[in-house]
T-cell receptor, first 115, second 115 residues
Framework: NAGVTQTPKFQVLKTGQSMTLQCAQD?????MSWYRQDPGMGLRLIHY???????DQGEVPNGYNVSRSTTEDFPLRLLSAAPSQTSVYFC??????????????FGPGTRLTVT | KQEVTQIPAALSVPEGENLVLNCSFT??????LQWFRQDPGKGLTSLLL?????REQTSGRLNASLDKSSGRSTLYIAASQPGDSATYLC??????????????FGKGTHLIIQP
């Protein structure tokens, strides 16, 4: 298994540009989520999904869109990039075991700079 | 809103010492608590997961405890080694989303083990 993969690893955008951060997992996990990590702020949840076709907002959803058309993929879209979105973005997936949520697996991250 | 606090923010100890990292959370309605390790510029690696009904989990030189009623967890590292140097993150999974929503993270403890 490749686990959770993210592309690209690094990206530089100009203010106002749009882009999609890709996330894929090959473990057949029903839960997927996106976090951003900023110095002094820790990791914060952006959006999450409990299965194909179902998404919901986390703590910091503004400026980001998600969709989940398949179990494997959970892309994060920045519609109009702003310098405040400069961050490291992590995708994660997890499963439930006997009805209880279990271990979260994280991707390697995408380092995004918006100028 | 759940808040997770980790103390200390940074710790530097000589190789071979036993050490304890602390984590506290404000809302005891959790499914589980996870400890992660993050190396510089890398993603997160899950170290231990404690379900809300459990008191502790052990993996090798690591032992994590959970006192849900007091909102506290500790990560005990025995016989520390320079390879243990990393940032250690504590995260809780809340019950509001039925276990499907994301984790709430602390800001981490930056650990340095001196050779």
């Amino acid at each position: 298994n490749a686990g959770v993969t993210q592309t690209p690893k690094f990206q530089v955008l100009k203010t106002g540009q749009s882009m999609t951060l890709q996330c894929a997992q090959d473990m057949n996990h029903e839960y997927m989520s996106w976090y951003r990590q900023d110095p002094g702020m820790g990791l914060r949840l952006i959006h999450y999904s409990v299965g194909a076709g179902i998404t919901d907002q986390g703590e910091v959803p503004n400026g980001y869109n998600v969709s989940r058309s398949t179990t494997e993929d959970f892309p994060l879209r920045l519609l109009s990039a702003a310098p405040s979105q400069t961050s490291v973005y992590f995708c994660a997936s997890s499963y439930s075991l006997r009805g209880y949520p279990f271990v979260e697996y994280f991707g390697p991250g995408t380092r995004l700079t918006v100028t | 809103k759940q808040e997770v606090t980790q103390i200390p923010a940074a710790l530097s100890v000589p190789e071979g010492e036993n050490l304890v990292l602390n984590c506290s959370f404000t809302d005891s309605a959790i499914y589980n608590l996870q400890w992660f390790r993050q190396d510089p510029g890398k993603g997160l690696t899950s170290l231990l997961l404690i379900q809300s009904s459990q008191r502790e989990q052990t993996s090798g030189r690591l032992n994590a405890s959970l006192d849900k009623s007091s909102g506290r967890s500790t990560l005990y590292i025995a016989a520390s080694q320079p390879g243990d140097s990393a940032t250690y993150l504590c995260a809780v999974k809340g019950m509001t989303g039925g276990g499907a929503d994301g984790l709430t993270f602390g800001k981490g403890t930056h650990l340095i083990i001196q050779p």
